[in-house]
Structure formats: structure tokens, C-alpha cells
């Protein structure tokens, strides 16, 4: 069982910046590929970024360029560096945690963080 704990959403200004932590309650967090998605009022929830246990990320299109996700596996956090925000950006961000074993995938969701983006 690995528990996900979000932390520093908040209030921010358009063109302003938030950074996004989520720490893992886990043993060996090296292994898990972990994800951050976000979900407006009334939209599907949507995937953000990821970075795998490799150190490879992907960007959906809408925060290439703006949005940087990357991992501390010493800490067991996973970050994800808000710039030149939106008000479009305004959601409840979620971390997810995706483990392999023979044969399947299982996954870990946090509780979320808002995000509010506004002047």
C-alpha cells in the first residue's frame, strides 16, 4: 500500500507559479512511475504530466513548456513546477503512483490539491 500526499496548491495570479509536491509512503518509491493529473468543475479528469522510474517525462499539450514535472527518489517526492499560469489551470491537481507485477499494473491515487488561478 503506498499513501500520496499532496501539498501547495493555492491562489495564484495569472503568468504567476505554484509548485506541486506529492510524498509517498513507501518503501522503495524508485520503482512507481508517477503521474499528476488535474480535473476542472465539470470536465473529465485529465493527465498532466509523467515521469517514469527511468527519469522519462511527457507533457500533455496544453503545460508543454510551462509546467515541469520531476522526482526526488531519496526524498520519495514527486514535484511538479507550475510557470505562466492560467486561468485554464485552475483545478484539483492529483498524484498517482503506477506499479508493475507479472502480468498487471496497480496504481495509488492521492487526495489532491487545488489550484485556483485568478486575479
Known amino acids: 500500500q503506498v499513501q500520496l500526499v499532496e501539498s501547495g496548491g493555492g491562489l495564484a495570479q495569472p503568468g504567476g507559479s505554484l509548485r506541486l509536491s506529492c510524498a509517498a509512503s513507501t518503501k522503495i518509491f524508485s520503482i512507481y512511475a508517477m503521474y499528476w493529473y488535474r480535473q476542472a468543475p465539470g470536465k473529465q479528469r485529465e493527465l498532466v504530466a509523467d515521469?517514469?522510474?527511468?527519469?522519462?517525462?511527457e507533457y500533455s499539450d496544453s503545460v508543454k513548456g510551462r509546467f515541469t514535472i520531476s522526482r526526488d527518489n531519496l526524498e520519495k517526492k514527486v514535484y511538479l513546477q507550475m510557470n505562466s499560469l492560467k486561468p485554464e489551470d485552475t483545478a484539483v491537481y492529483y498524484c498517482?503512483?503506477?506499479?508493475?507485477?507479472?502480468?498487471?499494473?496497480?496504481?495509488?491515487w492521492g487526495q489532491g490539491t487545488q489550484v485556483t488561478v485568478s486575479s
Open positions: 498517482k503512483a503506477v506499479g508493475e507485477a507479472p502480468g498487471y499494473e496497480y496504481d495509488y
Open positions: 515521469i517514469l522510474a527511468n527519469g522519462k517525462t
